[in-house]
C-alpha cells in the first residue's frame, strides 16, 4: 500500500482521467525560443511523463505577439507552429501523461514598448508605460485567445491553462490598481471580470467539451486594490459557470514585495487559501507555493485543503518525484538559483540540486563499460556530486572527507534561519551514497601519499575553500572571528557586531545573528511579519507588518565598494534579504575602508570621513581562496588531478556552480 494514496489517486473529469494529483505548474524554461529548443523541450517533459507526473502544464505561449514577454518569446497564432508543438505533446503521450498549454498575455507586465493594459498604468516592475486597450483591441484579443486554444489543440494538447493570476493581462482586468475603465470593461466589478470571463466562454465554444479547460485565478493579489475575498468568490463561481474544469490557484502578483515562494516562506504556507475557495466551487481546485515533498502533499490533500497539487520547481528538482515518492526524492530547496534566477537573466532554466534539468539532451549518466577507481576528495556539494554520479555509472568510488559528516559548507549555510533546506540536500545525498555503494572515509584527512598508494586511474580534488585571510592592524584582537567561528557556535558574538565583507555570506551571517536561535518562521507568524490579512478582509490580503520582532544583536555590515548592498544575491531572492535586515535595523555601510581593530571597536573610514564602531565582535566575511594543498604533491608525484567546486575557482562559488561542475565531469569520466 503506498504512503501516499491520496497523490496517487486518479482524478476523474469525466470525459478524461489524470492518473494522480500531481500537477506540474507552469515554468518558462528558456528552451521555448531556442532554435532547437521545442526538441529539448520534448525531451524535459518526456522525462518528467516517464518520472509519473499525472498533468503538466506548459511555460505561458502567448496568444498574440504584444501579448508576449520579449519580442523572441513564443506566441501560438497560425497553424505554421503546430508541428513543433507535436514534438511536446507526443513526447508526453507516449510516456503516458497529460499536457496544457499555458496561454499567457503579460499585459503590462511585457518589456514590449508596444505593451498594453487595460488602464495607462506603468507596472514598476518593467521598463514601459503601457497602451490602454481600446474596446476593439480588446473584442481581437478575446478572439486571439480563441484561436490560440483551438491551435493548441491541433497540436494534441489535452486542454489549455488560461493564465489570469499574478498580476498579467486578465488579472489586470480584475482589479482596481490597474483598471480605472468607465466603459463595459471597467468600474463594476461585473464590468471588471468580464474580460476573463468573455475568453473562457470564447474559448469553450471553439474547442468543445472535451478539452480541459483550467483557469488560474488571483486567490490573493497582495498589492493595493486588489481583490476583496468577496470579488475573488464571485469570480471563482462565474469561472466555473463558464465550464472550466479545473481552477488552480495563483498567490501574489510579481510586483507584490511579499515572498511567496523563496525558501525563507514557510513549506505549504498558501494552503489555506485555496482551502477557503474550495468551500465556493464544485469542480477541483488545485494548490500550490512552496509544496515540495510528497509527504507535505499528501498532508494538504488528506486535510482537505485542495484536490490537486501543483509543483513546479519540485519537478526540476527530480523528474521522477512521483516514482520515487517512496523510497526518496531529490528534494527542491527553494533557492531560485539555478531556475527564476537564470529565466530572469536570459539563460535556460536548470536546477541547483539537478544539473540535468533543461539539459537533458546534453547531460547523460549513461552506465559504464569497464569501471575505473576514482578517488574523490572533498565531500561537499562538488565532491558529493561527482561521486555519486560517477558511482551511480558503474565506477569504484572512495570518498574521502577529513570532517565527520558530508556537506561541506552546506553545513554552515543550513545554520542560517530560512535556509534549513539545505538539511534535504544533504539527506539526498546520503541517499545516493548508500544506493550507489561507494566507499564514503569520513574523518580521513587523506594525504598524497595515500592517493599515490591507492593507484586510483583518475584522483578528484573538491577540497573547497578556506577563508579569505586579512592583514591590518588589531586582526588578531580577540574580538575577531571568522563566519566558520560564528556559524560553528566555537564563538557566540556579543551584543554589537560588525561584518566585514557583504557578500553572500555576510548578508546569511548578519540573519544569524539577529536571531537567539536559527528557528525558522511558523505560517501565522510569516503572515503577520510580512502583512498579510489571512481573513481577506482588507483588498489585496494586505494589512500592515507585525513590527514587533526584535532583532537579538546590533548589526553593522561593511563593504570597501561604495554600490548598493546585496548587488551579488540572486535576482529574485535579494530584496528580500535587505528588507529582512533593513526591518532589523542592520546598518548597511558602503565605501569602508578598514583601519584598525581594538578594545574600543572596530576603526574604519566612511567614504574618508573616520568613524569608530564600537561593537563587542569582529566577523570576518571577506570571501574565500581555493583549498587545494594536495594537488603539489599529487603532481609532483606523477599524478593528474582535477579540480572542482572551490578548489578549483574560489571566486563566485555557490553551491550550484559545485554540484553541476561535479557531475559534468563524473559523466565525462
Ligand atoms: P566545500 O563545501 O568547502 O567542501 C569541501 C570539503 O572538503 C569539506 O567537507 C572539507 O572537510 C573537505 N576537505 C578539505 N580538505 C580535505 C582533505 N585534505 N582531506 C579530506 N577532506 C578534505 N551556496 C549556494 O549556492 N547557495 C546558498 O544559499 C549558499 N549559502 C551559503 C551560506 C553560508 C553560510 C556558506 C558558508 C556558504 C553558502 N553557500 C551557498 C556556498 C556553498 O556552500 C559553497 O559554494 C559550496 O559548499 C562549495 O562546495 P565545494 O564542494 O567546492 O567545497
Ligand atoms: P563574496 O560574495 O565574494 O563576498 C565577499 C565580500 O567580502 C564582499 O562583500 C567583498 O566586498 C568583501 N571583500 C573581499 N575581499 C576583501 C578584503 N580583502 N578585505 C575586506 N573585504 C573584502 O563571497 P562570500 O560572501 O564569502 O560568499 C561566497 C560565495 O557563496 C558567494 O560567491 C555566493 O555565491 C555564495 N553564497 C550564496 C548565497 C546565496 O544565497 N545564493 C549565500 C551565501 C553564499 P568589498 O570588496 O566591497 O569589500
Ligand atoms: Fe528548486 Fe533551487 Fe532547483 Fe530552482 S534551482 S528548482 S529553487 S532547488
Known amino acids: 500500500m503506498t504512503p501516499y494514496p491520496h497523490l496517487f489517486e486518479p482524478l476523474d473529469l469525466g470525459f478524461t482521467q489524470i492518473r494522480n494529483r500531481v500537477l506540474m505548474g507552469s515554468m ?46 513564443a506566441v501560438l497564432a497560425d497553424n505554421d507552429q503546430v508541428a513543433q508543438h507535436r514534438l511536446v505533446t507526443e513526447s508526453v503521450h507516449d510516456n503516458g501523461s497529460k499536457i496544457l498549454m499555458q496561454i499567457l498575455h503579460t499585459g503590462r507586465y511585457s518589456f514590449q514598448p508596444e505593451c498594453v493594459a487595460p488602464s495607462p498604468i506603468k507596472s514598476p516592475i518593467t521598463p514601459h508605460m503601457p ?23 491541433d497540436s494534441g494538447y489535452d486542454g489549455v491553462e488560461i493564465m489570469g493570476s499574478e498580476g498579467y493581462l486578465l488579472n489586470e482586468f480584475t482589479v482596481e490598481h490597474t483598471n480605472q475603465r468607465r466603459d463595459d470593461w471597467g468600474g463594476s466589478y461585473e464590468n471588471r471580470i468580464r474580460f476573463p470571463l468573455e475568453i473562457l466562454r470564447r474559448i469553450r465554444q471553439r474547442v468543445g467539451d472535451d478539452f480541459i479547460l483550467m ?3 488571483s486567490m490573493l493579489d497582495l498589492v493595493e486594490d486588489g481583490s476583496t475575498w468577496d470579488e475573488v ?13 479545473i481552477l488552480n490557484t495563483g498567490i501574489g502578483w510579481h510586483e507584490a514585495r511579499i515572498p511567496t515562494i523563496a525558501q525563507m516562506v514557510p513549506r505549504a504556507a498558501w494552503t489555506w487559501v485555496t482551502a477557503k475557495i474550495r468551500e465556493h466551487v464544485d469542480i477541483p481546485v488545485v494548490t500550490t507555493n512552496r509544496i515540495n515533498t510528497p509527504a507535505m502533499a499528501e498532508e494538504i490533500l488528506t486535510r482537505g485543503d485542495a484536490d490537486m497539487i501543483s509543483m513546479a520547481r519540485p519537478l526540476l528538482a527530480d523528474s521522477h518525484f512521483v516514482a520515487k515518492a517512496a523510497e526518496g526524492i531529490n528534494t527542491c530547496i527553494a533557492c531560485n538559483q539555478a531556475c527564476l534566477d537564470f529565466i530572469f537573466t536570459g539563460q535556460v532554466c536548470s536546477c541547483l540540486v539537478n544539473p540535468r534539468a533543461c539539459h537533458e539532451t546534453e547531460l ?11 578517488a574523490v576528495v572533498g565531500s561537499g556539494p562538488a565532491g558529493l556530486s561527482c561521486a555519486t554520479v560517477a558511482a551511480g555509472r558503474g565506477h569504484q568510488v572512495a570518498l574521502y572527507d577529513a570532517a565527520p559528516a558530508i556537506g561541506g559548507q552546506l553545513n554552515l549555510a543550513r545554520q542560517v534561519p530560512g535556509k534549513d533546506e539545505f538539511n534535504e540536500t544533504i539527506r539526498y545525498f546520503n541517499q545516493q551514497i548508500e544506493r550507489t555503494g561507494l566507499e564514503l572515509k569520513l574523518n580521513h584527512r587523506v594525504t598524497a601519499q595515500e592517493l599515490v598508494d591507492g593507484d586510483y ?27 566558520v567561528d560564528i556559524l560553528e557556535g566555537r564563538v557566540t558574538a556579543g551584543p554589537s557586531v560588525a561584518i566585514i565583507g557583504a557578500g553572500g555570506i555576510g548578508f546569511d551571517v548578519a540573519e544569524f545573528l539577529l536571531h537567539e536561535t536559527p528557528e525558522e518562521m511558523e505560517i501565522g507568524e510569516f503572515m503577520a511579519y510580512w502583512g498579510v490579512d489571512i481573513e481577506v478582509d482588507r483588498p489585496g490580503g494586505l494589512e500592515d507588518e507585525d513590527k514587533s520582532r526584535r532583532p537579538a544583536r546590533e548589526v553593522y555590515l561593511l563593504q570597501r565598494k561604495a554600490t548598493k548592498h546585496g548587488t551579488t544575491l540572486g535576482k529574485t531572492t535579494g530584496w528580500i534579504h535587505r528588507s529582512m535586515l533593513q526591518r532589523a535595523d542592520v546598518s548597511m555601510l558602503a565605501d569602508v575602508t578598514y583601519e584598525r581593530i581594538d ?59 559545485a554540484i553541476d561542475q561535479g557531475a559534468r565531469l563524473a559523466a565525462a569520466l
Request: hydrophobic share 40%; charged share 25%.
Open 457 to 483: 586511474d583518475h584522483i578528484i580534488l573538491a577540497t573547497g575553500v578556506t577563508p579569505r585571510a586579512l592583514e591590518f592592524e588589531g586582526i588578531d584582537h580577540p574580538k575577531v572571528a571568522s563566519y
Open 599 to 657: 578594545d574600543d571597536g572596530l576603526h574604519i573610514t566612511v567614504s574618508g570621513d573616520p568613524r569608530t564602531l564600537e561593537v563587542d565582535t569582529v566577523v570576518i566575511c571577506a570571501g574565500q581562496e581555493p583549498l587545494r594543498e594536495l594537488q603539489e604533491d599529487l603532481l609532483a608525484a606523477g599524478k593528474s588531478v582535477d579540480l572542482i567546486g572551490g578548489a578549483d575557482v574560489a571566486a563566485e562559488l555557490d553551491a550550484r556552480r
Open 215 to 217: 483557469y488560474r485565478q
Open 364 to 374: 547523460q549518466y549513461q552506465a559504464v563499460d569497464s569501471a575505473r577507481q576514482i
Open 28 to 73: 518558462h524554461t528558456g528552451l521555448e525560443e531556442l532554435p532547437e529548443g521545442m526538441g529539448r523541450l520534448a525531451a524535459f517533459y518526456a522525462e518528467r511523463a516517464r518520472g509519473g507526473v499525472g498533468l503538466m502544464v506548459t511555460g505561458g505561449i502567448a496568444p498574440n505577439a504584444v501579448g508576449a514577454k520579449l519580442a523572441r518569446d
Open 131 to 153: 497602451s490602454e486597450m481600446s474596446v476593439a483591441d480588446i473584442e481581437s484579443t478575446i478572439e486571439d485567445f480563441a484561436v490560440c486554444a483551438s491551435l493548441a489543440r
Open 233 to 245: 468568490v464571485q469570480l471563482a463561481k462565474a469561472v466555473e459557470a463558464t465550464g472550466v474544469n
